[in-house]
């Protein structure tokens, strides 16, 4: 039997009085890619942002139903959404760097986290490498984000997801631009 990474029992999203998603019910399995295929506009989107606690932002929303990783309730109310974000890492169909430099938006979560700051220059690097946008961006760090090219730009948030070792990456689309 495969070990459960995520799960949503029961889930009902709904934006005012629109109700969004109906009583989904899914088990993702951990060290396993998953693909959430359906048609535009069916609710993929909103699945993977509910468990990143995207809708959190959204006055409006409410959610009924549990959210886990692992046995963790994602919307415990003792639970740190920070922190949840450190363990699911999200990458967006549009890329979002921050209005920063490259190294501000590398750097920004790692700080938040308090990785110790010798750590963060090669923690940094790998992940762009990983990425594979290290070669493009090497020598100009400081360079703000928002100048470089669309795919580079959907590079670079890759690596500021990577960076963080998340437990669990949801792409939405990551490569759509």
Not at 15 to 27: R, T
């Amino acid at each position: 039997m495969e070990e459960i990474k995520l799960a949503a029992k029961g889930l009902n999203l709904y934006f005012g009085n629109k109700h969004i998603l109906k009583d989904i019910n899914i088990e993702i399995p951990k060290n396993k890619v998953t693909a959430l295929i359906g048609p535009s506009g069916c609710g993929k989107s909103t699945l993977l942002r509910s468990f990143n606690r995207m809708h959190d932002l959204s006055t409006d929303a409410r959610i009924e139903g549990i959210l886990k990783l692992d046995d963790l309730n994602l919307y415990d109310k003792n639970i740190s959404v920070t922190e949840i974000r450190k363990r699911i890492g999200m990458v967006f169909q549009k890329p979002n760097p921050l209005p920063k430099s490259i190294y501000e938006n590398m750097s920004y979560a790692l700080n938040i986290h308090q990785f110790p700051k010798a750590e963060i220059p090669g923690l940094m690097e790998q992940a762009l490498k990983d990425a594979f946008i290290w070669d493009e961006v090497k020598d100009d760090l400081s360079k703000p984000a928002v100048k470089l090219s669309g795919g580079q730009q959907q590079r670079l948030c890759i690596a500021r997801t990577v960076v963080l070792k998340p437990e669990v990456i949801l792409m939405d689309e990551p490569c759509s631009v």
